[in-house]
């Protein structure tokens, strides 16, 4: 079983940038589509971005797109989400998420998930 453990969450102003780390263990991380969600307080989570497993195709929440960007280093088993122009509802915990998938798009439903890592953005 693929195990994903993510890290980079903090406190950031608005207007700030964090950058996520996810390192895919046990697994081989060429054969996984991977996604970012986050859950805030109250609410469901939610989808963030996604990408596949090439690295050439990816998606995005229209609530992130242009200050989001996913990618991924596949020779270092890791997928990465840079959020730039924070805004205090972009606070949440954020979990990677992985996806045995061979389609070149990345899927919309994943079925393994990392512990999540807290995002807080200040006003």
Do not use: H
């Not at 998938?101 to 990345?106: D, K, S, T, V």
């Not at 994943?110 to 995002?119: A, C, E, N, R, S």
């Amino acid at each position: 079983q693929v195990q994903l453990v993510e890290s980079g969450g903090g406190l950031v102003q608005a207007g700030g940038s964090l950058k996520l780390s996810c390192v895919v263990s046990r697994g081989n991380f060429n054969y996984y589509a991977m996604g970012w969600f986050r859950q805030a307080p109250g609410k469901e989570r939610e989808f963030v971005a996604a990408i596949s497993r090439s690295g050439a195709n990816t998606n995005y929440a229209d609530s992130v797109k242009g200050r989001f960007t996913i990618n991924r280093d596949n020779a270092k088993n890791t997928v990465y989400l840079q959020m730039n122009s924070l805004k205090p509802e972009d606070t949440a915990i954020y979990y990677c998420a992985a996806r045995l998938w061979l389609g070149l798009g990345p899927p919309t439903e994943f079925d393994t998930w990392g512990q999540g890592t807290q995002v807080t953005v200040s006003s």
